[in-house]
C-alpha cells in the first residue's frame, strides 16, 4: 500500500498488479501489447490506490492524444522549411503550453491526401492543423479525426477556417501602387492548386480591370529563388512595367534581387511590393512595402480550437493592413 501522504505511483500500480511496470504503462498509457489478464489487474490496482498519472499519459488514456500535429501540404518537403511554417509552428507550440499537448511538423504530399490517414492512426495525435489546405485533402480527413481538425487556409462544413483577409491586403496593396502613379503593375502569384493564394489573384485581376489597365500574371511557388526567376521573365514579357506585387515577402525580396541583378533600380524604375510583413522585410534594402499578416493569432486561433474541441464560427477573417516602406 501507498503512504497517506503521497500519491500513488506507476511503480505501486505494477507492484500491486504485478506485472512489470513497463506493462503497467502500457495499459495506463493505451498503447501497446499487454494480456487480457494484465490489463484487468492493472486496471484493478489504478481503481484500488486512486492512481492518476501525468496529464500526458492521462490524455493518451482517455484518447486525446498529447501531440497536434501541423500538417503542411506541398510538393516536396522544402515546402517545411518555409519561413511561414516556422511560424505556424511557433504560435501552435505556444497555444499549446497551456495544455498537455506538444507540437509535430508533418508533410503532406500535394498529390496524396490519403496520407493524412496515416496521421490519424496515431492514438497520440490530439488533433490536425492543416495548412495550404486543397478541397481533396479536405475530402479525405478520415472520420476518426472529425472534430479536432482546423484549417489556416480554406474550410468545409465539418473544419472551421482560420486565415488572412489576402483579398483585402491585397486590394490595399495595387490601390496604393495606383495611388503612386503606377500603371503597368505586375503579379507574381501563388501555386495554382493553392485556392486561398487565389483570392489575391481575384482582388488584383478586379482592380486593373476597374482601372482599364492590362494583367500581367507569372505564377511563383513562395520562394525567393522563383521571385528572382520571375523578375527576369517579366521584363522580357512586358520590358515597360513599373510595378511588382508579389504574393509572399519572399518572393518579393526575390524579384528586387532579380531586378537589380539586370540593372533595375528599385523603387525608382519598378516598385516591389509583397505580403506577409515578415521581420526581414523591414530589413531589407528598399524596406519592403508589404501587408501584415497575422501569423501568430492566426495559428494560435486554429490550435486553441482543436484542443478544446469547441464550436467556432466556420470561417474566422483576420484582416490585412498596409505596411508602406521605401520599395513602392
Known amino acids: 500500500m501507498t503512504s497517506p501522504h503521497r ?28 494480456s487480457p489478464a494484465a490489463r484487468e489487474r492493472v486496471r484493478a490496482a489504478v481503481d484500488r490506490l486512486g492512481y492518476v498519472p501525468n496529464p500526458a499519459a492521462r490524455a493518451l488514456v482517455r484518447g486525446a492524444g498529447v501531440r497536434l500535429v501541423v500538417a503542411v501540404s506541398g510538393t516536396t518537403r522544402d515546402v517545411l522549411d518555409d519561413p511561414y511554417v516556422h511560424r505556424v509552428v511557433g ?30 492512426d496515431d492514438r497520440g495525435v490530439a488533433g490536425v492543423v492543416l495548412v495550404n489546405t486543397t478541397e481533396p485533402l479536405l475530402d479525405a ?14 474550410g468545409s462544413a465539418t473544419v472551421p477556417s482560420f486565415d488572412v483577409d489576402n483579398a ?32 489575391s489573384v481575384g482582388a488584383y485581376r478586379r482592380i486593373m480591370r476597374e482601372a482599364g489597365l492590362p494583367v500581367r500574371l507569372v505564377t511563383g511557388d513562395f520562394t525567393a529563388d522563383r521571385g528572382r526567376a520571375a523578375a527576369g521573365e517579366l521584363l522580357a514579357r512586358w520590358p515597360d512595367t513599373d510595378a511588382v506585387f508579389a504574393v509572399s515577402d519572399l518572393t518579393a525580396l526575390g524579384v528586387i534581387a532579380g531586378l537589380r541583378e539586370t540593372g533595375v533600380q528599385v523603387p525608382g524604375d519598378v516598385a516591389v511590393a509583397g505580403f506577409d510583413d515578415i521581420p526581414h522585410a523591414a530589413l531589407s534594402s528598399p524596406a519592403l512595402t508589404t501587408a501584415s499578416h497575422p ?27 498596409l505596411v508602406r516602406r521605401t520599395s513602392a
Open 7 to 34: 500519491p500513488a505511483t506507476l511503480d505501486d500500480v505494477a507492484r500491486l498488479a504485478d506485472v512489470s511496470r513497463s506493462t503497467a504503462s502500457r495499459v495506463v498509457a493505451g498503447t501497446g501489447f499487454a
Open 91 to 120: 504560435a501552435a507550440a505556444a497555444a499549446c503550453a497551456a495544455y498537455p499537448a506538444g507540437v509535430v511538423l508533418h508533410w503532406l504530399p500535394l498529390h496524396d491526401p490519403a496520407a493524412l490517414g496515416r496521421v490519424a
Open 141 to 154: 480527413i478520415p472520420a476518426r479525426l472529425r472534430g479536432r481538425v482546423a484549417s489556416i487556409g480554406i
Open 168 to 199: 483585402g491586403g491585397a486590394s490595399q496593396i495595387v490601390h496604393h501602387l495606383y495611388a503612386s502613379g503606377r500603371r503597368r503593375i505586375a503579379m507574381v502569384t501563388g501555386p495554382r492548386w493553392l485556392s486561398c493564394a487565389g483570392r
Open 295 to 321: 501569423v501568430g493569432p492566426i495559428a494560435a486561433a486554429a490550435a486553441t480550437a482543436v484542443l478544446e474541441g469547441r464550436p467556432v464560427a466556420p470561417v474566422t477573417s483576420f484582416p490585412s493592413a
